[in-house]
């Protein structure tokens, strides 16, 4: 694996690159940043050449000069795919935030794109509740910085008993949250998750083949709310992996998610028609 730093309109961006193929495009989870795919990227480097990208704010970025947008996000994706070059359709795999921009990005560049997987990637809004949790950490993150908050960051984003039964991938979670630049992170809180919209109608007006993925104990995008999201997409499919918080199945259960990409990669419209029909849901 090597890394570069990539110009994109939000400013330079580390983009690693490992393995060699087709192209897929990795995006992490707000809070976080690319070290979260480290117990995937090898076998999926077998299948494909990977730029795993650390968002704009995120790992050991500088923040951007101004406030941005989910769709200045999915705008900075296709400046890394011109600074490579890359002129076929990629394969798309995002958690969480990095989900909600691959949902932006296929509906604004469908001809960019050749499959979308969406890990731990809510597809409402914010509700109410969650809007006043995600205000006071906002805040407090302000106050106090990333180390007193990096353990409550951590059992949300993994579970609260993931730092005592795996505190491997605990610390991976806490280290990414530490790394980032305190002003950049907090501009990000406010610019994408307290202004994250409903991506529904995104959703429903694109016609590339979507997996929606939630990790069967995660309280903040239930396997019922996954499930609804794409009941009525002939386009789409709802798989429910093992794990808790929104990247619990990329540290806790790699060797399903790792089984279901590469299945995806290979055949995207067979594969949403088979996890349709085991949902039993008409296509």
């Known amino acids: 694996m090597h890394g570069q730093r990539v110009a994109t309109r939000l400013g330079p961006l580390r983009v690693n690159v490992s393995g060699e193929g087709p192209t897929a495009l990795l995006w992490h989870s707000l809070f976080v940043d690319s070290t979260t795919w480290s117990r995937v990227e090898q076998r999926l480097a077998t299948q494909r050449r990977l730029l795993l990208v650390d968002g704009p704010a995120h790992g050991t970025n500088t923040p951007p000069v101004r406030r941005y947008t989910l769709e200045d996000c999915h ?13 076929e ?7 969480a935030w990095g989900g909600h ?35 006071l950490l906002a805040f407090l993150y302000r106050v106090v910085g990333a180390r007193p908050l990096a353990a409550l ?22 280290d990414a949250f530490r790394r980032a630049n305190r002003r950049g992170m907090h501009a990000a809180i406010a610019s994408l998750s307290l202004a994250r919209p409903d991506l529904a109608p995104v959703l429903s007006a694109i016609a590339t083949p979507v997996l929606i993925t939630t990790g069967r104990d995660d309280p903040m995008w239930t396997a019922a709310e996954a499930q609804a999201a794409t009941e009525d997409l002939p386009h789409a499919a709802t798989v429910i992996l093992p794990g808790a918080g929104h990247v619990g199945p990329l540290l806790q259960a790699p060797e399903a998610l790792i089984d279901l990409v590469t299945a995806f990669w ?18």
């Open 75 to 87: 705008g900075v994706a296709a400046d890394i795919l011109d600074h490579f070059h890359v002129d």
């Open 101 to 135: 921009v691959g949902i932006q990005f296929a509906h604004t560049h469908p001809a960019r794109i050749r499959s979308l997987i969406a890990v731990g990637a809510p597809i409402p809004a914010l509700s109410p509740a969650d809007r006043r949790r995600t205000r």
């Open 153 to 174: 960051l951590t059992d949300v984003l993994l579970g609260p008993d993931a730092r005592r039964s795996d505190p491997t991938g605990a610390r991976i979670v806490a």
């Open 89 to 95: 359709p990629v394969d798309w795999l995002g958690n």
């Open 266 to 283: 290979r055949n995207p419209a067979q594969t949403v028609a088979s996890h349709k029909a085991k949902a039993g849901v008409n296509s």
